[in-house]
């Protein structure tokens, strides 16, 4: 009896691949529940984050009322003007242009940072009003010197604001604003606004579409607001401002459609800005990885974007977006997985080919992450899957190869990876022709060498091109990270490893949340109305409604 059990007891070697396939998921969790307990976790959506910053409010408050009152512009022009030299006269780029103004009979002075203001609107509607077309009735307007004649019938400025706070004041002067002080006046005027030297408005580098608008958000926040007021009248379009950076502070908006965006998502956003603290954001990335709401997942959370169409079409989905100064990316808050595959041009041809498009894309993610493991599976572990023409030809290429499969992709894969970073950071005319012939000079060498197989070539090179059809250059990141740990998966367990690797995945993007939205809507949980703008892009008439995750205030689009 027993010699009859003993044929199909499995060998040790299954049983082995069958105890690391168990032992792996048990490990993955106890060590993201150990480093959970360890760095502390957001959670998937708590109604309010961790309070970063409360750690130092008590301390800065104990500070604040240990501090004296901050001084006032006094209007002592002596005095005042001394003051402001102390704080920041010995930066360079600081200057002092002092005149009289006659018709009031006072000293006055012009402080500005060079290159920040409008030097001609300056001359023209500051200087020679104030010095020399202010004389002009001048016994009839002595006894009206006050700063709101200035304001409404002197200066021809559509911006002039007063400041009467000396420490404010010493900061909007850094900031590049331009300002006047008169003897006598105890508050000074803030003329214009800042306006340094900024690149035109261009084609977005990394979003580029054959059909579509041609213009990309740039570097001033004004500019970019405007962009999203171009796109068209919308009464209900509402740009809120954040001031941002407790060390050097910048301006941050959040614009949504106020009778569309869900309220609780709304306050949410706004609760996670406010906590921000940092002593500068340089760009929108910083505002990325502080608002996340799981910052050890390799998914990015926060979509980013240098196109006004697609921030607008966001918003009338219901979404938020959130523009920084000094950077030409917007971020879209909440972000599904498949909103990372789709492209603006989807929606600007016709739904067949659109849909055809992006089919193509999602077929092309699957490639770029699961390519190179399934090559290692299937060669590896499981030739007899292979038509049998085929793996005689591949075992025919790989003869006199001296490594694994594992080690020969190994060995391509970082080479293709380091070549893509190279064009990326060498100087434009040069970058594309140095990824063109440098693949094709390592993949030939490699395969003269006898380092690699010419298959395994043909499997990287389709792998790279996968790649590059993901829109979102983000996404395309975290894939190709993603994609060397399904290699290992690959390379202990063969095919059970590749599944095992893409289930986790699964159950991992299942898990994660946007800002209370599931990551993988509308699958889990399934939400079917959702299904006309996933895989396929239903016709524009089909499309009445908006997605159901989003809990919009009006759920239906008005033609």
């Known amino acids: 009896m027993w010699s009859k059990i003993v044929p199909y007891i499995p060998s040790w070697t299954t049983l082995f691949q069958a105890g690391l396939a168990l032992i792996f998921p048990l490990g993955i969790y106890y060590i993201n529940t150990s480093i959970y307990s360890l760095v502390g976790s957001k959670g998937a959506i708590s109604k309010h984050p961790p309070d970063r910053s409360s750690a130092n409010k008590d301390h800065k408050a104990h500070a604040d009322q240990q501090q004296e009152p901050s001084s006032k512009i006094t209007g002592d022009y002596d005095a005042d003007l001394k003051s402001i030299q102390a704080a920041i006269g010995e930066n360079s780029d600081v200057h002092f242009r002092e005149f009289m103004v006659k018709k009031f009979h006072a000293r006055s002075v012009l402080i500005f940072i060079d290159g920040m203001q409008d030097e001609e609107l300056m001359n023209k509607q500051v200087l020679q009003v104030l010095m020399f077309e202010s004389q002009q009735g001048q016994q009839e307007q002595q006894e009206r010197i006050s700063k709101s004649f200035i304001k409404e019938s002197l200066m021809p400025l559509t911006q002039i604001s007063e400041v009467a706070d000396m420490e404010n004041l010493h900061e909007l002067i850094l900031l590049g604003h331009t300002v006047l002080i008169i003897e006598g006046m105890k508050e000074a005027l803030l003329v214009g606004s800042p306006n340094g030297s900024v690149r035109s408005v261009n084609e977005p580098t990394s979003e580029a579409l054959l059909r579509g608008p041609r213009i990309g958000f740039t570097e001033v926040l004004s500019e970019n607001t405007s962009m999203l007021r171009r796109q068209g009248l919308n009464k209900s379009l509402e740009i809120k401002k954040f001031q941002v950076g407790s060390r050097i502070k910048k301006d941050l908006v959040i614009a949504y459609i106020k009778d569309i965006v869900n309220p609780d998502l709304l306050e949410e956003v706004n609760h996670r800005i406010s906590k921000i603290d940092m002593d500068f954001l340089a760009e929108s ?20 974007t240098e196109r006004p169409d697609r921030v607008i079409n966001a918003l009338l989905e219901g979404r938020i977006a959130i523009l920084l100064d ?18 603006p041009e989807d929606y600007y041809e016709r739904w067949i080919p659109g849909s055809l498009l992006r089919l193509l894309r999602f077929f092309g993610a699957f490639i770029a992450l699961l390519g190179p493991a399934l090559y290692i599976s299937f060669i590896s572990f499981h030739p007899g899957l292979i038509p049998t023409k085929l793996v005689i030809s591949i075992i025919q290429t790989r003869q006199g190869v001296p490594f ?7 060995i391509l894969e970082v080479s293709i990876e380091i070549l893509r970073e190279a064009g990326i950071r060498l100087p434009k005319p040069i970058g594309p022709a140095m990824g063109i012939v440098g693949g094709l000079v390592i993949g030939d060498a490699a395969v003269n060498a006898g380092i690699v197989s010419p298959f395994l070539v043909i499997v990287v090179s389709v792998t790279a091109i996968s790649s590059f059809s993901i829109p979102s250059y983000s996404a395309g990141i975290s894939l190709r990270l993603l994609r060397f740990v399904g290699m290992l998966f690959a390379a202990m367990l063969g095919m059970f490893g590749t599944i095992l690797f893409f289930l986790l995945i699964c159950i991992h993007m299942t898990k994660l949340k946007s800002f209370g939205v599931p990551y993988v809507t509308p699958f889990s949980p399934i939400r ?19 997605p159901i995750m989003m809990k919009t205030q009006q759920s239906k689009r008005k033609s």
């Open 528 to 546: 079917a109305s959702d299904w006309k703008d996933v895989y396929i892009r239903a016709p524009l008439s089909k499309m009445k409604r908006r």
């Open 285 to 304: 990335g910083y505002v990325e990885q502080l608002i996340e709401d799981n910052y050890l997942s390799p998914f990015q959370q926060v979509h980013n």
């Open 326 to 343: 000094g950077t030409p990316f917007a971020l879209i808050v909440p972000v599904t997985f498949s909103m990372l595959l789709q492209s």
């Open 404 to 410: 694994p499969s594992v080690i020969e992709v190994m």
